[in-house]
């Protein structure tokens, strides 16, 4: 099995490369292939969304938190449960970046529809943190993954004031399996591990790459979409903005074609098709930002994605694992027990209007992103997904707005 791995993010932004090949995909391509390739997102199609993105529109504009994959694709054809084809992968998000992984992050979960699993949530709502990253896969490999971020944080951490090593980490799945041979098991711990060791801020990938792989979005090929936002709150209209940042991270693998809608245009119905006869899917988010939130306003923030994908047309069907964590990267070492009392900053309620708008934003571009900046892909039993097509869309939405 060969494994493309977020090492090849470098030689895309060294080189100007991308992995948007509009033909199936039925290995990872060759270096020499991605040189002649390019990222199109979805505001490279004429596509208005509102708010204003940060510099890389992405999650990691948030600073500190970094964002790691191992994606694997091999074999095609007739599907051998143990053998493939393999249509799948890990991604791995860290909070506060691989200096810092003993700090926890304040957070807040929250379920819009529970067909789905996202582990170390009952700690997260009654310790109000998140203890160390989150981790995205198929189903049917969340116990591996599970497992393998423990004994990497046993590896990388250390324990705590105690002496003892503990730990529930966050580990989230989406439904892989029209496309990867799912009980062939194919996610092993050294894939944990690659996605961890390889996480980093700057530019990501989107699409089918780690735990989006082998995911489908609206019928179309969906998988691993990014978004951020400028948020200014003032305390009145003539009063200087503090800014800060929120980013959106989504493993995108829920909806019917029908339902579509991108920028208010019913482009589900105007490219009409059809991969299976009943939802499937799901959608894992994360959301990150800079703002100094509490727990209870972390989870507020979090329910805030289910008016973005709201926004995309989907219901959160009852096959459809929704499931969302929120964070704030604010507030630094105050889960430290060395000390009886810490100081802490907070945002008012009042004042959080802004920070769930730009969530409501960032999630709509992040579910577009992930299925503009793709491929189309057969995978098991020569399943095909074709990927949402470029100048259709961009018609479609020139001709609308």
């Known amino acids: 099995m060969r494994i493309r791995t977020i090492a090849l993010l470098s030689l895309t932004v060294l080189f100007g490369l991308d992995l948007l090949g509009r033909e199936p995909i039925k290995s990872p391509p060759a270096v020499k292939q991605l040189a002649e390739l390019?990222?199109?997102?979805?505001?490279?199609?004429?596509?208005?969304?509102?708010?204003?993105?940060?510099?890389?529109?992405s999650i990691t504009d948030v600073p500190g938190v970094e964002v790691g994959y191992t994606t694997l694709i091999s074999g095609e054809g007739k599907l051998e449960v143990g053998k493939g084809p393999v249509r799948t992968g890990v991604t791995a998000i860290?909070?506060?970046?691989?200096?810092?992984?003993?700090?926890?992050?304040?957070?807040?979960?929250?379920?819009?529809?529970?067909?789905?699993?996202?582990?170390?949530?009952?700690?997260?709502?009654e310790s109000g943190f998140l203890e160390g990253p989150v981790v995205i896969t198929n189903t049917h490999s969340v116990g591996i993954a599970r497992d393998a971020v423990i004994a990497w944080r046993i590896k990388h951490g250390a324990p705590d004031t105690t002496g003892y090593w503990w730990s529930l980490p966050v580990v989230a799945e989406t439904w892989d399996g029209w496309l990867n041979d799912i009980n062939g098991f194919h996610v092993k711990p050294e894939h944990v591990f690659h996605?961890?060791?390889?996480?980093?801020?700057?530019?990501?990938?989107?699409?089918?790459?780690?735990?989006?792989?082998?995911?489908?979005?609206?019928?179309?090929k969906g998988g691993n979409g990014t978004a951020s936002r400028q948020v200014d709150l003032r305390t009145s209209k003539d009063a200087s903005p503090r800014t800060f940042v929120v980013g959106v991270f989504l493993q995108a693998n829920f909806g019917r074609r029908s339902q579509l809608?991108?920028?208010?245009?019913?482009?589900?119905?105007e490219i009409p098709g059809e991969v299976y006869k009943q939802e499937s899917g799901s959608c894992i988010a994360v959301v990150a930002t800079d703002a100094p939130l509490l727990p209870n306003q972390l989870k507020r923030l979090a329910r805030r994605?289910?008016?973005?994908?709201?926004?995309?047309?989907?219901?959160?069907?009852?096959?459809?694992?929704?499931?969302?964590?929120?964070?704030?990267?604010?507030?630094?070492?105050?889960?430290?027990?060395?000390?009886?009392?810490?100081?802490?900053?907070?945002?008012?309620?009042?004042?959080?209007?802004?920070?769930?708008?730009?969530?409501?934003?960032?999630?709509?571009?992040?579910?577009?992103?992930?299925?503009?900046?793709?491929?189309?892909?057969?995978?098991?039993?020569?399943?095909?997904?074709?990927?949402?097509p470029h100048?259709?869309?961009?018609?479609l939405i020139k001709r609308s707005h």
């Open 38 to 57: 390019k990222v199109v997102r979805a505001r490279d199609l004429g596509v208005p969304f509102d708010g204003t993105p940060e510099k890389l529109n």
């Open 94 to 125: 860290i909070p506060r970046g691989h200096d810092s992984l003993n700090d926890p992050v304040y957070a807040g979960y929250f379920s819009l529809n529970g067909n789905g699993e996202m582990t170390g949530t009952a700690w997260v709502d």
């Open 195 to 220: 996605a961890l060791d390889t996480a980093h801020g700057g530019a990501i990938e989107e699409g089918s790459v780690g735990g989006g792989t082998g995911m489908i979005c609206y019928e179309f």
């Open 261 to 269: 809608v991108i920028a208010g245009v019913p482009v589900g119905k």
């Open 305 to 388: 994605v289910s008016l973005g994908l709201a926004r995309t047309g989907t219901v959160s069907g009852s096959g459809s694992g929704d499931l969302f964590i929120a964070f704030s990267t604010a507030n630094p070492n105050v889960a430290n027990p060395d000390q009886v009392t810490h100081n802490i900053q907070t945002i008012p309620n009042d004042l959080m209007d802004p920070l769930f708008t730009g969530v409501v934003q960032a999630t709509e571009e992040a579910v577009v992103n992930a299925l503009v900046d793709n491929q189309s892909m057969t995978g098991r039993d020569n399943h095909y997904v074709e990927a949402l």
């Open 391 to 395: 100048d259709r869309l961009r018609q």
